[in-house]
């Protein structure tokens, strides 16, 4: 079946430090993977998707890459902000056409100035 | 501007109650679906449709009910069955096919008492 397993939280971070949350997965077939954040009272907003292997999503300084042997998408920030501070979701789509995504718990980041 | 309407972003029952949450959309997205959130849990997924007078259901359906008239609507009902109603219900809609993220609307906070 399909499924994400994300890193638990929170994370806390300093302004300008290096983020990563780890992201992977179980799928049958080739999945497309998504980022989603979601601020607080708010529904979720794409963050960057990757629909095959070696595809790397990117937005707002964040990345992240399709790695298939490893079956993982995780999400990276260079330098987060205080503005960064969110719930972030790891996602996949299943393949049947449906669509439906698969989430993972979330994962929640804080950035202290 | 296109995009996703739930209404209302807080509602408030009494037990026994049923209660529709709205959704709409204005993106010309076939396919919609309805998700429940509890703190500190990821999305699950209650009802989905991929074209109008057509639903399927998803992980959690007991207790809830859908109908889609209209392209464009998708409400959802919360019926008394529904044996812990209180959650944060998000409504997304998408294009069918592989790969196409879902985009989410603001998500409406239930409180049953």
């Known amino acids: 079946g399909n499924s994400v397993t994300q890193m638990e939280g929170p994370v806390t971070l300093s302004e300008e430090a290096f983020l990563t949350i780890n992201c992977t997965y179980t799928a049958t077939g080739y999945p497309s993977l998504f980022w989603y954040v979601q601020y607080p009272g708010e529904g979720l907003q794409l963050l960057l998707k990757?629909?095959?292997?070696?595809d790397k999503g990117s937005n707002k300084g964040f990345e992240a890459t399709y790695r298939k042997e490893t079956t993982s998408f995780h999400l990276e920030k260079g330098s987060v902000q205080v503005s960064d501070s969110a719930v972030y979701f790891c996602?996949?789509?299943?393949?049947?056409?449906?669509?439906?995504?698969?989430f993972g718990t979330g994962t929640r980041l804080t950035v202290i100035p | 501007d296109g995009g996703i309407t739930q209404s209302p972003k807080y509602l408030f029952r009494k037990e026994g109650q049923n209660v529709t949450l709205s959704c709409e959309q204005n993106?010309?997205?076939?396919?919609m679906y309805w998700y429940r959130q509890d703190p500190g849990q990821g999305l699950r997924l209650i009802y989905y449709s991929q074209i109008v007078n057509d639903f399927q259901k998803g992980d959690i359906a007991e207790g809830y009910s859908v109908s889609r008239e209209k392209k464009e609507s998708f409400p959802l009902t919360v019926t008394s069955a529904q044996k812990n109603p209180t959650a944060f219900y998000l409504c997304a809609s998408s294009w069918t096919g592989k790969s196409y993220e879902q985009y989410f609307g603001p998500g409406t906070r239930l409180t049953v008492t």
């Open positions: 993106l010309n997205h076939d396919a």
């Open positions: 996602a996949l789509s299943d393949q049947t056409g449906a669509n439906n995504l698969f």
């Open positions: 990757a629909t095959k292997a070696d």
